[in-house]
Nanobody, 123 residues
């Protein structure tokens, strides 16, 4: 069983920064992928960034590229999402997720999900 616990959300003004954390508990495979997704009210859940825990390679959606950075701390079994230059359109519930297979930004590739943390960016 895997449990993912997000934290770090909050309210910030446009141009500000937040750092989200996702702690992983339970069974951890030797290699896996972690992703950050977000869902705004009335919209589909979309992938923002992922990281291959084994290789450290990362991938970003165009909408966040250059502003968000995903990273890992293997000693703490934690993945982070540093979000800079935040815009009102970044407001959403942010979820971390784990894939044991493909490392993508497709929801269907991710098996385990956290409960989400809210990010609100005001103009």
């Amino acid at each position: 069983q895997v449990q993912l616990v997000e934290s770090g959300g909050g309210s910030v003004q446009a141009g500000g920064s937040l750092r989200l954390s996702c702690a992983v508990f339970g069974y951890i495979p030797g290699n896996y992928c972690m992703g950050w997704f977000r869902q705004a009210p009335g919209k589909e859940r979309e992938g923002a960034a992922n990281i291959n825990i084994g290789s450290g390679s990362t991938y970003y959606a165009d909408s966040v590229k250059g502003r968000f950075t995903i990273s890992q701390d293997n000693a703490k079994n934690t993945v982070y999402l540093q979000m800079n230059s935040l815009k009102p359109e970044d407001s959403a519930m942010y979820y971390c997720a784990m894939s044991w297979g493909y490392c993508s930004l497709r929801r269907s590739d991710f098996r385990f999900w956290g409960q989400g943390t809210q990010v609100t960016v005001s103009s």
